[in-house]
């Protein structure tokens, strides 16, 4: 059994808020973070823009941290993308589908994207993974769902003999909680790179600018994301008069 260095982590890096804050999480904990990131011929390729410049910016405004963030890796999964007919990768109305999944699901998507990070963590001796899934917000997304990551990380471990954890700190949070998180992690000024430079629209508009950042306003990731906003604002709001 190898045992990769614990203290080392490798963040799937999507450049979307959740991912974001999941990597300034894991720069606050870990001596050693690596970012990867997955080209599945996504429509919103400015998610692939977007992952440079939050990394870019976390650099330039915690140097503590630049010190720890070594390299970025891009996989080509152009295979998923072929297989999954999704609004994501093709030109389809995003809604709830036939199976009550929403049509932006890729299926298995996050099982495949565990995998692949695994096989680069066992090269690059990273011994932990991190990952932004969420199961408060669950949006049907069934890999997103604790259990089935947990069984997921007891197959790479058997299937590639080496002992890997998976930190998830914001799989119970609301939207609004992980704002609060991401304050917690690195005040304000995390707060303000999250907001100006991660991206979550679907539609990948990056035209109009509201106060929970850039995106179409409309598609259920902005709704998501102004909503949590919101619910950030409120609890602030509330300390502040009591
Ligand atoms: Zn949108």
């Known amino acids: 059994m190898q045992h990769p260095d614990k203290n ?15 990597l300034a999480w894991a720069l606050s904990r870990c001596a ?8 599945y011929g996504q429509r919103h390729d400015v998610e692939l823009t977007a992952r440079v410049t939050v990394r870019e910016a976390l650099e330039r405004q915690f140097p503590a941290w630049a010190k720890k963030l070594g390299p970025d890796l891009v996989i080509d999964l152009g295979g998923l993308g072929a297989i999954s007919e999704t609004s994501l990768t093709r030109d389809l109305d995003i ?3 036939d199976d009550g999944l929403p049509t932006t699901f890729v299926p298995g998507r996050n099982l495949v994207f565990l995998t692949m990070a695994a096989a680069l963590a066992y090269r690059r001796n990273l011994g932990v993974l991190v990952a932004g899934m969420c199961e408060a917000d669950f949006s049907g997304y069934p890999d997103c769902r604790r259990d089935a990551l947990d069984a997921q990380m007891r197959a790479i471990s058997l299937g590639m003999d ?12 609301s939207k609004a909680q992980s704002w609060l ?9 995390l707060v303000d790179i999250i907001v100006e430079h991660s991206h979550t629209c679907y539609r990948g508009a990056r035209a109009a600018r509201h106060d929970w950042g850039y995106g179409c ?9 102004a909503r949590g906003w919101k619910g950030y604002a409120e609890s602030k709001s509330r300390q502040g008069t009591h």
């Open 8 to 22: 080392a982590a490798l963040v799937l890096f999507s450049g979307g808020q959740d991912s974001s804050i999941t």
């Open 32 to 39: 050693r973070v690596e970012t990867v990131g997955f080209d």
């Open 95 to 97: 809604s709830v589908g």
């Open 162 to 173: 080496a002992e890997f954890s998976l930190e998830t700190p914001l799989m119970q949070l």
């Open 181 to 189: 998180l991401a304050e917690d992690v690195g005040g304000r000024d």
């Open 217 to 225: 306003g409309a598609c259920p990731a902005c709704a998501l994301r």
